[in-house]
């Protein structure tokens, strides 16, 4: 797991050096990362090379306020190895601090309560002791050296598990006692990976193999997080989906002392390198016979393409009302949104890009539309739509619609990038 926390942290530090001077960097998020290979560290002298690159920002994201930029993480072993072996990438962006009064300031307190309720939660369901993990884990191939077990009470339940996670004194067993100063160190981050591991064995096991970090959907960290060793935090991990091939979690990691989360880390995905136990969730994982076959949406017409997405949708559920709810859910997230442009969120009216001919769009149906006011269905929609979010495809839809509606004051705001509601979940895979 050790690549997950070298290379996150190596991009991090570089992107510190980038942040601009005159404004307080809030936090770091990476997204979308892939882990191609293992960093080897050789035994001759000649030691090994890292290279850590992030490339110019990329235009389609600079408006959105904090623009994302790609970065890689490759290495090459001594003076005689001329290519790079990629280990690492993804993109990254950073997140400056914003005014307590902010909009984006009180969505960040709402977050820390979710977490904690996450953290509570996982308190009250993971009530087994796990006294031997690092021991267990050695067993299977992952020895953790004294610096990387940094985990203490750790509890477990079904698919959750807790632990504390204490900040290492990695500077006293440095040569003469020198480290460089650091936002986060790779030995408390991998604690937070070694969180999540405690729930792939609900057997009272352990772990039956060794595993290696395959992908990460995004990842949080904060700017201010405490480096002081013995400082304390605590950690909380959900597992979401488990195969036999592997497994994918989200993690939360707060500060003991004010409960503000320093480390956020969703779609954290592991790959086994040995054979698993079979699990419940998934018991028919690998057999080919269950193979089924669907169309390469990326290989047909225009057309085509738009009669496989319509088969999707159910032709007339519920008494063919669904259209008429679609048009009249979207059109209700359509005027509170103007409402809250012209009032409220005036200052974040685009003035270019993709946002402006969308408000431009919102404002003519807005105009042209009003006969849906009197639509016959507009008392109905908001229970059609609660009786349909697990109807099927047709959910995915209606999620879709709901999805963007709800999350266009930040849309606006530069603060969430359609792009990311729309991938949350995978759900733009499902539509």
């Not at 004194?169 to 937070?192: N, Q, R, W, Y």
């Not at 002081?228 to 497994?247: E, I, L, M």
């Not at 047909?300 to 559920?317: F, K």
Request: charged share 25%; with cysteine.
């Amino acid at each position: 797991m050790h690549v997950l926390t070298l290379s996150s942290m190596k991009v991090i530090e570089a992107m510190s050096q980038l942040a601009d001077p005159e404004a307080e960097v809030a936090g770091f998020e990476l997204q979308d990362v892939v882990f191609d290979a293992p960093l080897r560290i050789p035994d001759h002298d000649q030691g090994i090379e890292t290279v850590t690159q992030i490339g110019s920002i990329q235009e389609s994201t600079r408006e959105t306020g904090n623009p994302w930029s790609n970065f890689t993480v490759a290495s090459r072993g001594g003076r005689d190895e001329f290519s790079f072996q990629v280990h690492c990438k993804g993109r990254i962006r950073l997140h400056y601090k914003s005014p307590a009064d902010s909009e984006i300031a009180q969505e960040s307190e709402l977050e820390r309560q979710r977490f904690l309720d996450a953290y509570q939660d996982a308190e009250q369901h993971c009530l087994r002791p796990v006294t031997d993990f690092y021991e267990k884990a050695a067993e299977v191939g992952m020895g953790f050296g004294p610096v990387f077990q940094n985990l203490s009470n750790i509890h477990r339940g079904s698919d959750k598990s807790r632990a504390i996670i204490t900040v290492p004194d990695t500077k006293s067993v440095m040569p003469g006692g020198f480290e460089h100063p650091h936002i986060v160190h790779p030995a408390t981050l991998d604690a937070l990976a070694q969180t999540a591991l405690n729930t792939l064995s609900d057997n009272g096991k352990g772990l039956a193999t060794s595993v290696v970090a395959a992908g990460l959907e995004s990842l949080y960290i904060n700017a201010q997080i405490a480096t002081t060793p013995g400082h304390v935090f605590k950690a909380s991990a959900t597992r979401d989906v488990q195969s036999n091939h592997g497994a994918k979690f989200t993690i939360a990691v707060l500060d003991s002392y004010t409960d503000i989360p320093t480390v956020i880390a969703k779609g954290v995905e592991i790959a086994y390198l040995g054979k698993s136990e079979t699990t419940a969730q998934s018991p028919n994982d690998g057999l080919c016979w269950q193979t089924e076959w669907e169309a390469d949406v990326d290989s047909l017409a225009p057309a085509e393409a738009r009669e496989v997405i319509a088969s999707r949708v159910p032709p007339e559920p519920l008494r063919g009302d669904w259209d008429d709810a679609l048009e009249l859910i979207s059109f209700s997230h359509i005027r509170k949104s103007l409402e809250w442009l012209s009032g409220e969120g005036r200052d974040f009216i685009p003035k270019s890009g993709t946002l402006k001919y969308y408000y431009e769009w919102m404002l003519d149906i807005s105009q042209r539309r009003t006969d849906l006011l009197k639509h016959p269905f507009v008392d109905k929609v908001q229970a059609f739509a609660e009786a349909n979010k697990s109807n099927g495809p047709g959910a995915v839809v209606l999620e879709m619609v709901s999805r963007i509606g709800r999350d266009q004051h930040g849309i606006f705001q530069n603060t969430i990038q359609p792009l990311e509601v729309m991938l949350e979940g995978k759900l733009l895979h499902e539509f």
